[in-house]
């Protein structure tokens, strides 16, 4: 079993950025791939970013390519998302997961029903 919590969430102003971090139990952190979920009031939980076990994958929504980086320490069984010129419509819960399952494309991890274990949320607001 994982357990994740989620840090580094806070209120910023648009253009400005965050680094989200999530720290996982467990000597298996090798052996999951990592996402990055988030969800705004009234709206259902959306893709953000996912990393494959190693970390030479990532893969991200279209809404967030080129401003949010993805990144994982194995051997601090940590994820990292960092995100840069923040905007009004980023601000929501976000929320790491943990996903054991393995499949060749990334396009899978995009989809909250592959995640095994979720984190408790860390909420970011955005301000304009």
């Known amino acids: 079993q994982v357990q994740l919590v989620e840090s580094g969430g806070g209120a910023v102003q648009a253009g400005g950025s965050l680094r989200l971090s999530c720290a996982a139990s467990?000597?298996?952190?090798?052996?999951?791939?990592m996402g990055w979920f988030r969800q705004a009031p009234g709206k259902e939980r959306e893709f953000v970013a996912t990393i494959r076990r190693s970390g030479d994958s990532t893969l991200y929504a279209d809404s967030v390519k080129g401003r949010f980086t993805i990144s994982r320490d194995n051997a601090k069984n940590t994820v990292v998302l960092q995100m840069n010129s923040l905007k009004p419509e980023d601000t929501a819960v976000y929320y790491c997961?943990?996903?054991?399952?393995?499949?060749?494309?990334?396009?899978?991890?995009?989809?909250?029903?592959?995640?095994?274990?979720w984190g408790q949320g860390t909420q970011v607001t955005v301000s304009s």
């Open positions: 997961a943990a996903s054991s399952l393995y499949y060749t494309s990334n396009s899978y991890y995009t989809s909250r029903s592959i995640y095994d274990y």
């Open positions: 467990g000597r298996t952190f090798s052996m999951y791939t």
